[in-house]
T-cell receptor, first 112, second 113 residues
Framework: SQQGEEDPQALSIQEGENATMNCSYK?????LQWYRQNSGRGLVHLIL?????REKHSGRLRVTLDTSKKSSSLLITASRAADTASYFC????????????FGPGTRLSVLP | KAGVTQTPRYLIKTRGQQVTLSCSPI?????VSWYQQTPGQGLQFLFE???????NKGNFPGRFSGRQFSNSRSEMNVSTLELGDSALYLC????????????FGPGTRLTVL
């Protein structure tokens, strides 16, 4: 089964609102990354958080990691229409013979 | 630096044929990973190459293979194509290893008829 699971599967908000997406995983990790994908294109790396970090910021993005609950959240503040995309969390499963394992993603729609 | 490039961007093949996809990583990157993305299965890891050696492999049949050249460029090959192989194939490169940030190319959209 997949290592990462995003929640919700889809999210629709108005411009200016905040968007929060959650990711849960099952096994121990070294780091967790968030990526964005615009409509069938390549993935764009947003942020990497290591297992010994609890929170990280990058511009309007805030990521938290709770290793005790095996979960992470991505907060996008003051959303814009250009933030409309799918967001994926990826956990490294290197110790399990895999590479990065991606969740199914959250489809975010930001309405103008 | 130029980003990850993938060729071709779009491809249409018929069942039973074979296909080769190409990926050029960011200059200086030695790790190249391949992923398959479908609406039903999401993003699934195919394999990773580092310094011309396959370092990790996902759970795909032997019809899926790859290689990496001395300049870090990578190719993946799918033989005896099936309808279910229709997908977006993404290549990602990273600097020192698979635990680093991966930089993705735009993908190759493969349609099998």
């Amino acid at each position: 089964s997949q290592q990462g699971e995003e929640d919700p599967q889809a999210l629709s908000i108005q411009e200016g609102e905040n968007a929060t997406m959650n990711c849960s995983y099952k096994t121990s990790i070294n780091n967790l990354q968030w990526y964005r994908q615009n409509s069938g294109r390549g993935l764009v790396h947003l942020i990497l958080i290591r297992s010994n970090e609890r929170e990280k910021h990058s511009g309007r993005l805030r990521v938290t990691l709770d290793t005790s609950k095996k979960s992470s959240s991505l907060l996008i503040t003051a959303s814009r229409a250009a933030d409309t995309a799918s967001y994926f969390c990826a956990t490294d499963a290197y110790n399990y013979g895999q590479n990065f394992v991606f969740g199914p993603g959250t489809r975010l729609s930001v309405l103008p | 630096k130029a980003g990850v490039t993938q060729t071709p961007r779009y491809l249409i093949k018929t069942r039973g044929q074979q296909v080769t996809l190409s990926c050029s990583p960011i200059s200086g990157h030695r790790s190249v990973s391949w992923y398959q993305q479908t609406p039903g299965q999401g993003l699934q890891f195919l394999f990773e190459y580092f310094s011309e050696t396959q370092r990790n492999k996902g759970n795909f049949p032997g019809r899926f293979s790859g290689r990496q050249f001395s300049n870090s460029r990578s190719e993946m090959n799918v033989s005896t194509l099936e309808l279910g192989d229709s997908a977006l194939y993404l290549c990602a490169s990273s600097g020192t290893g698979s635990r680093d940030t991966q930089y993705f190319g735009p993908g190759t959209r493969l349609t099998v008829l």
